[in-house]
């Protein structure tokens, strides 16, 4: 139910796209007390389990999953005929080739697929297609030069299922053509448009059994994996050491982090800060990563960007080679150019994010409720991740298009979604006016004629269906939870860590309170664009919080709401009139061996 008083509001970044939030407490009851006292967890960590939905006779192996939660690969259509098809070239010496995508997905589902083949045996290579010369996925440029090589199956992965061009030239070649895919499914009305391929593996196709459709495609390829050693007559169990490539693809191609998916992330990292993967070990070491800290923010944030970089900027053989590297001298070498690739990376990003910012607020996309912004100055690696930002400050679906390094005649791009705008479906609908596209609900990526861009972005907005409360983000917040209950009951911010891994579809917890006093204010972090606060509740409790937003944007918000005398006193430690609520989440801080709540504030109201 929303939470009276807290359910408007703008977000206050000034220098963002502004976009309106509602606040809501959930509010789902089940006897928390019996539960947790089963469970051996405060009764807090229960509800939070309970608003995700997990069901009690459930919530002992969502904390604690084990390998057994893990669903039969035989389940994946042609997923036995996929490895017999492989089991069948590689008795016969033929030539096989794993064509992965540009992606962390792709990197790792190539990485799997190449060296579990090498295992058993198969006379066996690679390819990833060049993000400027080949676009996305199987082409006939890389069918040809398979075929010009001898290779006599083409074993894609993460791809696939969209390139239906392509596998007929194979076919048309007498090649043996074996997908594997987790993409959404291409449709015309009600019938799936599929390739002539000689199997498919896709969790989503409409015959398949499998329970779980939203494995990433490096998680489809380690399926296959087990059925592969299976027909071969190699131990099963061998195939477990690419559980923690699964769960870095899983999080790093953003996939929701709820089911099978979870427990392949929560176990893959245990899995992760043991790995001997030589590969790894130096992006680890490159990037200051210990590797016991290894969690789903680090490989989102820190070690999946610097693989992501090298198909973005350069080629992604580097991150296959980076993990296929069998020596430490040559691992710290790729992995060092990986980091520095990713620093490029984040320069390219900044101009180009400030770019389509710009565009954002100007006239004529300032009224859409989907935003498709053309702008050559942004490069077309970094489309994607452009779109991603300007989505999360505007709230609304956005296209990023940039001029074909390939072709000065065409646009390319990628798109990022909200949940009420499937991107997929709604391209699907213009499909007429694009030569390319594909992707999921929440992302897409797509090629047209440049003088069709606004052709897209009018089709788009008179079709999207969106309404104002669409675009509105709402806030879920787990419990109206004073500081004093967490100061009272320290453990509970290490249980807390039994819900991780967080990301998509399993947020971090939210908790609010309000009445809050601000006793002392301060500018921190190395250009003062922080804030940290000493807050006094009505219970007479004290905290120190932490502000990572846009400090300069909440002080003159402040300034606004309350006058600059008493953000003055406020920084002086004096009494003032400031009172806001706020949204947070617990952390410890710990300094000369003193350990003391604090927290990090999310948002902010007055």
Not at 157 to 163: E, H, L, T, V
Not at 424 to 444: N, Q, T, V
Not at 545 to 562: N, P, Q, T
Request: proline share 4%.
């Amino acid at each position: 139910m929303p939470l009276g008083l807290w359910h408007s509001g703008m977000n206050r970044r000034r220098e963002l796209v502004k976009k309106e939030q509602r606040w809501f407490i959930k509010q789902k009851k089940v006897d928390f007390l019996s539960i947790a006292e089963r469970l051996g967890v405060d009764p807090l960590i229960v509800r939070l389990m309970t608003n995700r939905d997990i069901e009690p006779e459930d919530m002992g192996s969502y904390l604690h999953p084990v390998r057994e939660d893990l669903h039969d690969p035989h389940l994946l259509h042609d997923g036995q005929k996929t490895a017999e098809y492989l089991a069948d070239a590689i008795h016969r010496g033929k030539k096989i080739r794993v064509i992965g995508d540009y992606d962390i997905d792709g990197i790792m589902a190539t990485y799997i697929l190449h060296t579990a083949l090498l295992k058993v045996g198969a006379d066996a290579s690679w390819a990833i297609p060049d993000r400027i010369r080949d676009g996305y996925g199987l082409n006939p440029v890389l069918v040809e030069e398979a075929r010009a090589d001898g290779v006599e199956v083409i074993l894609t992965c993460d791809n696939g299922i969209a390139a239906g061009t392509a596998i007929q030239v194979a076919r048309d070649a007498k090649m043996t053509v074996l997908v594997t895919d987790h993409h959404s499914i291409p449709m015309e009305g009600e019938e799936e448009v599929l390739p002539n391929a000689h199997a498919i593996v896709n969790p989503h196709l409409k015959d398949c059994q499998y329970p779980f459709p939203d494995l990433c495609g490096a998680a489809v390829a380690w399926k296959i994996v087990f059925l592969l050693y299976e027909v071969c007559g190699l131990d099963v169990d061998l195939a477990w050491e690419y559980l923690e490539n699964a769960a870095f693809a899983t999080i790093g191609d953003v996939m929701p982090l709820v089911g099978e998916n979870r427990a392949i992330v929560k176990l893959g990292l245990e899995s992760l800060k043991r790995t001997e993967n030589i590969g790894m070990r130096a992006l680890f070491e490159e990037t200051k990563t210990e590797m016991e800290a290894v969690n789903s923010y680090l490989i989102g944030y820190v070690l999946g960007p610097c693989i992501n970089a090298s198909g973005r900027i350069a080629s992604a053989r580097l991150g296959v080679e980076l993990l296929e590297c069998s020596n430490q001298a040559d691992a710290k070498s790729l992995a060092v150019e990986l980091v520095k690739l990713n620093e490029e990376r984040k320069d390219m990003t900044k101009t180009g994010t400030d770019h389509a910012r710009s565009m954002s607020e100007e006239e004529p996309y300032v009224g859409d409720k989907v935003l498709v912004l053309y702008e050559e100055g942004i490069s077309e690696s970094v489309a994607g991740i452009v779109a991603g930002r300007i989505r999360e400050e505007s709230g609304k679906p956005t296209l990023v298009l940039t001029r074909s390094e390939n072709d000065p005649c065409m646009a390319k791009g990628s798109g990022r979604s909200i949940p009420a705008y499937s991107m997929f479906e709604r391209l699907s609908e213009a499909r007429d006016i694009m030569d390319h596209f594909g992707g999921h609900p929440m992302a897409a990526g797509l090629t047209l004629p440049i003088d069709r861009v606004d052709q897209l972005r009018l089709f788009l907005n008179e079709h999207c269906g969106l309404t104002e409360d669409d675009l509105m983000e709402e806030v879920m917040i787990d419990a109206n939870m004073p500081f004093s209950y967490v100061q009272q009951h320290p453990n509970v911010i290490s249980e807390l860590n039994l819900l991780e891994p967080f990301g998509n579809g399993n947020s971090k917890p939210l908790f609010a309170q309000k009445g809050l006093k601000v006793l002392r204010m301060k500018t921190i972090g190395k250009e003062g664009q922080y804030l940290k606060f000493t807050l006094g509740a009505e219970d007479g409790s004290k905290v120190d919080a932490l502000y990572f937003s846009d400090g300069e944007g909440f002080k003159k918000d402040l300034m606004d709401r309350f006058g600059e005398e008493e953000v003055k006193k406020a920084e002086w430690g004096k009494p003032n009139r400031i009172e806001l609520m706020m949204t947070y989440y617990p952390s410890i801080n710990e300094y000369n061996n003193v350990r003391t709540v604090q927290v990090i504030i999310k948002d902010y109201r007055f």
